[in-house]
C-alpha cells in the first residue's frame, strides 16, 4: 500500500505492511475478493472480535478470499493522496476497488466520516447511486446497522445482526448467479441493480435503493418499499446455536501493539438483564452461550497457534455464563502452566462477581471494574439497573479485602428524568465506597488506593425503550458535569468525563433518517474524520454541516419522538416488539423493575417471534447429573 | 557462593523486508510469541509480573533491516542447538527467520554485553549527479578530520558529542550491476559512550558533499541494513 520510502514518513509504519502471523493468503484466482474493513486505525480494528469471525467465515471457504482494510491514520492518508496510491487490503496490496465485496463493520457513530474517507481513499464512489457494474458491493453491518438510514446513501446493503450465517448465504447467493451478474469486470449496471435486488430476497439483507424515504406527519423519512421485490421490514439474523459457529482458533496477531492484544473467546452473546439504556442488550437477545468444553478447547488452540500470554472471555455479563467458576477453574488449571493469564472485562456489582474477579486475578490485582451506572437508587430503578447501594459497597469491601487497590467505577449522567439530586447522589456513593476503603485497608494500602470514575453521556439509541427520549440538552449536560467535579475533589479518585460535544453528535446521528447522509457527506468534506479521537474531532464543522442542510444539530441530539410515531429505522425488526419497548418506558417512568427472564418468566419482549423456544437458557440451570 | 549454572540461547535473526518497520518493541513482541508458540523451556522471571528471560544485543531503529541480530534466551534446562532452531524456525515468518543458534551454560549471566562494534550497508539512491569521486571525496574528508562534533537530543536538553573517534571504518562502493545506487559500508561503535549511528553518518557525508557542490546534490538514502554485531 505504501512503497518503502514513505513508511519511512509515517508514524507507526507497521499498520501498513501486512504479513501478519496466521494471515490467510489465497491463490489469485479465487472466484471472490472479499474486503474486511474496521474504519478506524489498525490498532483499534485489529481487536475487534466481530472482524476476526468474520474473516474465518470468508478465509474458510475455498471459493473466497479475505483481506483485512483498515484506516491508515492522517499522516498516511496525506502521503497516499499526494502520491495517488489507493487503499489497499493488506494481504496481497489490491486496491479497495478491485474486490467483488467490501464488508464495513459499523460500531460507532463516530466512525461514519471514516467510513466515506475509506471509500474514497479506496477508489470507490462514496455515494451506492453513482456506482458502476464493475464497483464492489459495500455491505455494511454491526450494531449502527441497525439503524441504517443515516447511511443509506452509502451502502449498496447492510447485513442485520449475527454475521456468521448471514455472510456464508450471502456468499453462496453470490456464486450460484450466472457469470454475467457473477464477474465484477464488466458487469454491466443493470446488472448490478439485479445483483441487488436478489440480495434484497435473503433473511437478514436490507438494500436501501430499494426503498423511497418518505415524510411522516412528524417530519422524519421512513423508508418505504419501491415495490414488493423489498421486504415491508428486513428481520435480524439470528444464529441460534454458538456451539455450531465458526471460532477463529489461529486469528491474525497485530504487528504493533493493538487495543485489546489478547487471545479471546466467546463465552455468551446476548444478555437478558434488561437495562433500559443498553442497546446491546436489546439487540444481541437471547442470552446464549458456547458449551464449556468447547470453550476449553478452543482457548487452548488459540494459545498454541497465537503464543499469547492472556486470555480474555468476551460476554456483555461475564459471570451470568452459567457454568462461569468451573469455566474460570478449567481455563486456570489449563493456562496457568503455561503462564497465560485469564481476564474478564467486566464484572457484574455483587460479591459473587469479586469472588470471580479473585480466582482469575490471584497475585497480579491490576484493576476490577464494576458498574453501577447511576448514583440514585430511584435513577436505578428508572433504567432497570438491578444493583442497590448495598451491593455496590459489599463488592467493594470484598474487592479491598482481597487486596485490590485499584478500582474503576463506570456511571452515566443525562439519563432520562434525572435530577441534580441523582448527578449528586454518584458523589455520596464514591464518598462511602472510600470510607469502605478507609475501613478495610491498611494504613499502606490506603495511601495507594486509587479509585478511577468513568462517567458517560446517555445517548438514546434506537430499538431501546429510551429510542422516543431526546439527549439531555447541552445546558443540562454542562450544569451536571460541573456538579459532579465540584461534588468530588478526593485525591485518589480520578475522574474522566466524556466530551459533551462527542455526546451530541453521536445522539444526533444515531437517531437520524436518510437526510443525515448528506449532513454526514458534507461534514466529511469539509475535512471531519477520525471523529472519535480528540485530537480529529471538530465540533465546529458538524454544526455547519448540520446547518447547510437546514437542520440544527443540538436539536436533532435532543429531540422528543411521539411513542406512535413511525421511526426511520422501524424498517429493521431486531426482535424486540415495539408494545415491549413502549411498556418498558411506561415501567421505567413508573421506576418499576422488569426482572431477568432468565431467572423470572419470560417478559414476552417478542423474542419468541424469532427464537420459538425462547429463552435457549435459563436460570438457575439444572445441571443434568449434577 | 558461586552463583547458579544458567543455559542459555544466543539466537541471530535476520529482520528484512517489510519487517523492517517493526519497532523494537513489536519485533521483541513478536519474538515473545514466537518463543511460546515453539514451547521452549523458557525461564521466567520471578515475582508478581514475571516475564520471559529474553535479551537483546541492541535495538534497531524503525526502518532498518538486520542481517545478524542478536539475542539472549534463558532456558530452564540445556537444549542443543539444533532443538532450539527446529522448534523456533517454523514459528517465525521469513522476514524474521532464525540465521543460527548457539547455546552456552555457564555462571555468566550476559552473553551479548561484550559487543563493541555494528557494521552497516546504507544503500543510496541512485543520482546521477553523486559520482563514485564526489562520495570516495566526501569519505576521505571525513576520514581525515581529526573530530566531528554533533549535536544530540537527550532527556536533559541538546549535547555536543564528537562521533569522528566511533566511525572504525568507512566505505564508498560503486553500484551494483542489478542497479541501485551506491552503497555505503561502516563500522561504528557500540557501547554507550561511544556510540554513533549510521543516520549521523550519513548526516556528516551529506554537507561535506553539499559543501562541495555548492548545495546541487543531495543524499538520498534508499535502506540502512545492520550487517553485524562483534
Ligand atoms: S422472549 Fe421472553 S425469554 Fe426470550 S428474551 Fe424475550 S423476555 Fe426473555
Not at chain 1, 50 to 62: A, D, F, N, T
Not at chain 1, 543 to 571: K, M, Q, T, Y
Request: contains cysteine; glycine residues 8%; hydrophobic residues 40%.
Amino acid at each position: 500500500m505504501l512503497p518503502d520510502h514513505l513508511l519511512h514518513q509515517v508514524q507507526a509504519p507497521a499498520r501498513y505492511i501486512g504479513g501478519e502471523v496466521n494471515q490467510v493468503l489465497k491463490p489469485d484466482d479465487v472466484p471472490f475478493r472479499v474486503a474486511l474493513c474496521y474504519p478506524d486505525t489498525y490498532e483499534v480494528g485489529m481487536s475487534h472480535a466481530g472482524l476476526r469471525v468474520l474473516y474465518e467465515v470468508v478465509s474458510r471457504r475455498s471459493d473466497a478470499a479475505c483481506e483485512r482494510v483498515f484506516l491508515p491514520w492522517t499522516d498516511a492518508i496525506a502521503l497516499m493522496r499526494a502520491h495517488d496510491l489507493p487503499l489497499a487490503g493488506l494481504e496481497s496490496g489490491t486496491p479497495l476497488a478491485e474486490f467483488d465485496l467490501v464488508g464495513i463493520t459499523l460500531q460507532h457513530e463516530l466512525t461514519f466520516t471514516n467510513v466515506l474517507e475509506v471509500l474514497d481513499l479506496g477508489g470507490i464512489p462514496v455515494r451506492a447511486a453513482d456506482r458502476h457494474g464493475p464497483h464492489p458491493l459495500v455491505i455494511g453491518g454491526g450494531p449502527c446497522a441497525f439503524n441504517p438510514e443515516p447511511l443509506a446513501h452509502f451502502f449498496d446493503c447492510f447485513v442485520i445482526g449475527d454475521g456468521e450465517e448471514a455472510l456464508d448465504e450471502l456468499l453462496d447467493a453470490l456464486a450460484a448467479l450466472p457469470e454475467s451478474l457473477r464477474t465484477r469486470a464488466g458487469r454491466t449496471d443493470e446488472a448490478r441493480r439485479d445483483v441487488l435486488e436478489r440480495l434484497a430476497q435473503l433473511d437478514g439483507v436490507y438494500v436501501p435503493a430499494g426503498y423511497d424515504a418518505c415524510e411522516s406527519a412528524e417530519g422524519l423519512l421512513i423508508p418505504e418499499p419501491r415495490d414488493d421485490r423489498f421486504p415491508a421490514r428486513v428481520t435480524r439474523r439470528v444464529v441460534r446455536d454458538l456451539n455450531a459457529q465458526p471460532w477463529p482458533l489461529a486469528p491474525v496477531i497485530p504487528h504493533t501493539e493493538a487495543v485489546h492484544d489478547r487471545a479471546e473467546i466467546e463465552i455468551t452473546r446476548g444478555c437478558t438483564r434488561g437495562c433500559r439504556f443498553c442497546q446491546a442488550g436489546m439487540i444481541y437477545r437471547p442470552a446464549r452461550e458456547r458449551d464449556l468444553d468447547l470453550l476449553v478447547e478452543q482457548a487452548e488452540r488459540i494459545i498454541d497457534h497465537t503464543g499469547y500470554d492472556e486470555l480474555s472471555l468476551l460476554s456483555l455479563n461475564c459471570p451470568d455464563y452459567t457454568r462461569i467458576g468451573e469455566l474460570i477453574d478449567a481455563l486456570h488449571q489449563r493456562l496457568a502452566p503455561r503462564r497465560v493469564s485469564v481476564g474478564m472485562p467486566s464484572a457484574r456489582v455483587d460479591t459473587f462477581s469479586v469472588g470471580l474477579a479473585e480466582r482469575l486475578q490471584r497475585v497480579r490485582k491490576s484493576g476490577l471494574t464494576l458498574a453501577p451506572e447511576a448514583g440514585s437508587q430511584r435513577m436505578r430503578d428508572i433504567i432497570n439497573k438491578d444493583v442497590t447501594a448495598e451491593d455496590l459497597l459489599a463488592a467493594a469491601r470484598a474487592a479491598f479485602r482481597s487486596g485490590w487497590q485499584r478500582l474503576k467505577l463506570y456511571f452515566m449522567i443525562g439519563l432520562p428524568r434525572e435530577t441534580d439530586e441523582d448527578v449528586l447522589a454518584i458523589g455520596h456513593l464514591i464518598a462511602s465506597v472510600l470510607s469502605a476503603a478507609r475501613e478495610e485497608l491498611s494504613r499502606a494500602a490506603w495511601g495507594r488506593l486509587k479509585l478511577n470514575v468513568s462517567v458517560n453521556t446517555f445517548i438514546p439509541k434506537p430499538h431501546t425503550p429510551f429510542q422516543w427520549l431526546g439527549l439531555a440538552d447541552r445546558q443540562t449536560l454542562e450544569r451536571r458535569y460541573a456538579l459532579l467535579r465540584a461534588a468530588i475533589t478526593d485525591r485518589r479518585v480520578s475522574l474522566s468525563l466524556s466530551g459533551i460535544d462527542a455526546g451530541i453528535l453521536e445522539a444526533a446521528l444515531a437517531r437520524g433518517d436518510r437526510r443525515l447522509g448528506a449532513v454526514i457527506e458534507s461534514a466529511w468534506r469539509a475535512g471531519a474524520i477520525f471523529d472519535g479521537w480528540r485530537e480529529c474531532f471538530e465540533p465546529g464543522r458538524w454544526h455547519a454541516a448540520f446547518a447547510e442542510h437546514g437542520l440544527e444539530l443540538n436539536a436533532c441530539a435532543s429531540r422528543l419522538l411521539p411513542v406512535e410515531a413511525r421511526l426511520p429505522w422501524d424498517i429493521i425488526h431486531a426482535g424486540i416488539a415495539r408494545e415491549f419497548l413502549a411498556a418498558e418506558l411506561d415501567r421505567a417512568r413508573r421506576g418499576e423493575p422488569t426482572p431477568d427472564c432468565r431467572a423470572a418468566r419470560c417478559a414476552d419482549c417478542g423474542m419468541r417471534a424469532l427464537v420459538p423456544d425462547c429463552p435457549p437458557i435459563t436460570w438457575p440451570r439444572a445441571e443434568a447429573g449434577a | 557462593m558461586q552463583p547458579p549454572v544458567r543455559h542459555f540461547a544466543i539466537v541471530a535473526l535476520r529482520k528484512a523486508g517489510a519487517l523492517r518497520f517493526l519497532s523494537h518493541l513489536d519485533y521483541a513482541r513478536a519474538l515473545d510469541r514466537a518463543i511460546r508458540r515453539a514451547r521452549l523451556p523458557v525461564k521466567y522471571s520471578e515475582g508478581f509480573n514475571p516475564s520471559a528471560q529474553i535479551s537483546f544485543a541492541s535495538a534497531l531503529p524503525v526502518g532498518v533491516g538486520g542481517e545478524r541480530e542478536l539475542c539472549q534466551i534463558e532456558l530452564e534446562r540445556p537444549l542443543n542447538a539444533d532443538e532450539v532452531l527446529r522448534a523456533l524456525a517454523p514459528q517465525l515468518p521469513d522476514d524474521l527467520a532464525v540465521v543460527d543458534v548457539r547455546v552456552v551454560s555457564g555462571r555468566q549471566r550476559r552473553h551479548l554485553s561484550g559487543l563493541e562494534r555494528a557494521d552497516y550497508e546504507i544503500e543510496l539512491s541512485p543520482d546521477p549527479d553523486l559520482g563514485m569521486n564526489l562520495l570516495e571525496d566526501a569519505v576521505g574528508a571525513f576520514l581525515d578530520a581529526g573530530t566531528w562534533p554533533v549535536l544530540r537530543e537527550t532527556r536533559s536538553g541538546t549535547r555536543e558529542v564528537d562521533i569522528r573517534p566511533g566511525v572504525h571504518e568507512l566505505h564508498a562502493i560503486t553500484p551494483g550491476s542489478g542497479g541501485g545506487g551506491p552503497r555505503l559500508q561502516m563500522s561504528l561503535a557500540l557501547q554507550q559512550d561511544s556510540l554513533v549511528k549510521p543516520s549521523e553518518v550519513v548526516e556528516a557525508l551529506r554537507r561535506l558533499i553539499a559543501d562541495r557542490t555548492q548545495g546541487r546534490v543531495g543524499v538520498d538514502v534508499a535502506r540502512v541494513t545492520r550487517l553485524g554485531m562483534h
